[in-house]
């Protein structure tokens, strides 16, 4: 459902993402792991046509990113880092306008947000403003405007970050629950979550793709735990670069 | 067409959703009155809006930018540009519903107005055309400037720079025009120069308006330069979207 094809964007003298090409089927959850400033931000920008790539392309559900950006971005659906949204807006306005832009309209309209709100479990805070909501109720906000349409294709970027245990184990639960009918890809930096729900990891560091495996036979053929397999490998090629916006 | 109401449609609540939309119109309504009585509205004892729509493109300087300085400023600083364009929306439909929601809430300010139509009409017999003109032209220039502010706010993410630089913009476009900016200019370029500066003026082409001739020339110009300075703001958002 993705593939990526020589993938490469720099900005300025920095090399972001470094001719990175992979595939991803259904039924798969991606972990995409690597150090700050590794690229993973700045890949999972170019698979949802925020950014161009210098060279190289992908395709998701079958659409070019840079052909049909539009298609693209109507099949996946995408968290950002720090779940951007409208502070001004209520959580409810918010989510109709969500529903506007993705053409929701009527009684798949309710039906839609009688689904949502509850799965992220914003129901409490529904005709509150954004501005006034922790941090984890905005990453939950974040997570149901990306769910919002039931996407074939997730694209989300550290989805657990900024949620309390009880938060994170809901969310974790959810993405297994999605798995088998959808491509998820996340971004993560917590090893844990990798190992608990994806089905393979990719590691990346200064742009290029170390390793392309599974959780399990990553710590199989190490012989440790998944977060000194990391250690191990990314230390071994130094680095991320210093920014990644 | 659902994409580019569904940002219209968002802009135009985010006004009057925070306080911008009220202090807005509460500033803009007691200067354009305060001007117009100021400036001898009773001393002139004519029933029309000349001296009211006089004044509205010096207003307008200062408050087209106030309303345009935030359209994309605000989305780069808080990082919602990355929702709205990683959403099914082009960059098109973005630009254009956003600049014509803030253009509505320009049309309501002036709207908002009447009181002073209504004090003309009780106090003598004006000449609804050249009102009704005098409002088209209003518009029209409170559309360009807009358009200027649009662009200069996606040009920076920070709100004051962008306002700055579009005071400053939009003030060359209306001080181009003024009799001792064009006696300046003649002392030193040649005529058809000045007279091509004057002829770029937003006065100029406002003043023909407000006389109640409404000519090809005049709205062609207003559109070109609408047309022009959001074609920009499209390029420049393009480009500078992820910085």
Redesign the interface.
């Known amino acids: 459902m993705i593939q990526v094809k020589e993938l490469r964007r720099s900005f300025g003298p920095v090399v972001a993402v470094d001719g990175i090409s992979f595939q991803v089927e259904k039924g798969q959850v991606l972990g995409l792991l690597g150090p700050n400033g590794a690229g993973k931000t700045t890949a999972m920008?170019m698979l949802?046509?925020?950014?161009r790539p210098d060279s190289g392309t992908a395709s998701v559900c079958g659409y070019d990113i840079l052909k049909n950006p539009?298609?693209v971005?109507?099949t996946l659906g995408?968290l950002?880092e720090?779940s951007?949204?409208?502070?001004?807006?209520t959580v409810g306005?918010f989510l109709n306008?969500?529903c506007?832009?993705?053409?929701i309209t009527g009684r798949a309209r309710r039906k839609t947000l009688d689904r949502i709100v509850p799965t992220c479990s914003i129901e409490s805070v529904y005709h509150q403003t954004i501005e006034t909501l922790s941090k984890g109720y905005k990453r939950r906000l974040g997570l149901a405007?990306a769910l919002i349409h039931d996407p074939d294709v997730l694209i989300l970027d550290e989805p657990t970050d900024g949620l309390d245990p009880n938060q994170k184990h809901e969310v974790r639960k959810l993405i297994e629950k999605m798995a088998e009918d959808k491509c998820i890809v996340i971004s993560t930096h917590i090893l844990e979550e990798v190992e608990a729900i994806c089905s393979r990891t990719i590691i990346i560091a200064k742009g290029k793709i170390l390793v392309d495996s599974t959780p399990a036979k990553l710590k199989q053929e190490h012989g440790c735990s998944l977060d000194a397999v990391f250690r191990k490998i990314t230390k071994s090629n130094g680095p991320g670069r210093q920014e990644e916006k | 067409m659902?994409?580019f109401?569904?940002?219209f449609?968002?802009e135009l609540?985010?006004y009057f959703?925070?306080p911008l939309a009220y202090v807005f119109l509460v500033i803009f309504l007691f200067f354009s009155g305060y001007l117009t009585f100021k400036q001898g509205f009773y001393e002139m004892r004519q029933a029309d809006m000349r001296t009211f729509f006089m004044n509205l493109p010096l207003l307008f300087v200062f408050m087209v930018p106030s309303v345009a300085m935030r359209l994309w400023a605000e989305e780069r600083k808080?990082?919602?540009?990355?929702?709205l364009?990683?959403?099914?929306?082009?960059i098109k439909q973005a630009v254009l519903g956003k600049f014509f929601a803030a253009w509505l809430f320009l049309t309501i300010a002036l709207t908002l107005t009447f009181p002073m139509v209504i004090t003309v009409c009780y106090l003598g017999d004006p000449d609804i055309g050249l009102i009704i003109t005098g409002y088209i032209g209003s518009l029209l220039i409170a559309g360009g400037f807009l358009a200027i502010g649009c662009f200069f706010s996606a040009v920076s993410k920070n709100q004051v720079i962008s306002f700055v630089l579009s005071v400053v913009a939009c003030a060359i476009f209306v001080y181009a025009g003024m009799p001792t900016t064009m006696n300046y200019l003649s002392t030193f370029l040649p005529q058809g120069l000045v007279a091509a500066v004057g002829s770029m003026s937003f006065q100029e082409h406002f003043e023909s308006i407000q006389k109640g001739v409404i000519e090809f020339k005049d709205i062609a110009y207003y559109m070109l330069i609408i047309v022009g300075w959001v074609a920009a703001c499209t390029i420049v958002l393009d480009e500078r979207?992820?910085s």
């Open positions: 920008r949802t046509c925020f950014i539009i298609e971005r109507r995408y950002a720090n951007p949204v409208y502070p001004e807006m306005s306008f969500i506007d832009v993705r053409e405007q | 659902n994409s109401n569904a940002v449609k968002r609540k985010s959703t925070t808080v990082g919602s540009i990355e929702l364009f990683t959403l099914p929306i082009t979207k992820a």
